[in-house]
């Protein structure tokens, strides 16, 4: 696939109907040992005077242990058309097979890391903060209960803020 380089400054989304309706692929590891996961939680902004990506990963993800044993991830932007595999690769465990090719993805090299060919944008990041978020930490009553209840008990998730060193955008 073709990709052009563009700024971040240049993106024309509305960040909170990317991340929270449209979602983002989470992808780390290298294109021969990558695994993605779906995100809907997150942010882009500014930070230390970079321009930054926000995820939350729980720690029981496979996607998780790539991430902390490389320097960078993605987080990719998919077309509508692949809202299916989206809810494939957020609701299996890499753990537990090829999540790729049951969703009907394809991994490429990008950067020293992986991600979805089928992608209409790409943020290649480099991590600069991973910060667990453990319940001594919530304030607002009741997330506890609402996120981190039942099956999810203890699994806590893990912040991660990321430079967006660049983005690529399907040509």
């Given at each position: 696939m073709i990709f052009r380089e563009m700024k971040a400054e240049e993106l024309a989304w509305n960040p909170f109907l990317q991340i929270g309706?449209?979602?983002f692929?989470?992808?780390?590891?290298?294109?021969?040992?990558?695994?993605g996961?779906?995100?809907?939680?997150?942010?882009?902004?500014?930070?230390?005077?970079?321009?930054?990506?926000?995820?939350?990963?729980?720690?029981?993800?496979?996607?998780?242990?790539?991430?902390d044993a490389g320097e960078r991830f993605t987080i990719s932007a998919m077309p509508e058309s692949c809202r299916m595999a989206l809810g494939y690769m957020g609701s299996h465990s890499g753990w537990d097979g090829d999540k790729w090719q049951a969703a009907g993805l394809t991994p490429m090299e990008v950067e020293g890391t992986a991600a979805p060919e089928e992608a209409g944008v790409i943020l290649v990041c480099r991590k600069l903060l991973a910060a667990e978020l453990p319940e001594a930490s919530f304030i607002e009553p009741g997330?506890?209960?609402?996120?981190?209840?039942?099956?999810?008990?203890?699994?806590?998730?893990?912040?991660?803020?990321?430079?967006?060193?660049k983005v690529l955008v399907k040509a």
């Open positions: 309706k449209g979602w692929l989470v992808t780390a590891g290298t294109k021969e040992k990558c695994n996961m779906t995100v809907s939680w997150g942010g882009l902004g500014v930070w230390w005077g970079r321009n930054t990506a926000t995820v939350y990963i729980r720690k029981n993800r496979f996607t998780k242990t790539l991430i997330m506890k209960e609402r996120w981190y209840g039942g099956k999810d008990e203890g699994n806590y998730h893990t912040m991660y803020i990321a430079e967006i060193e």
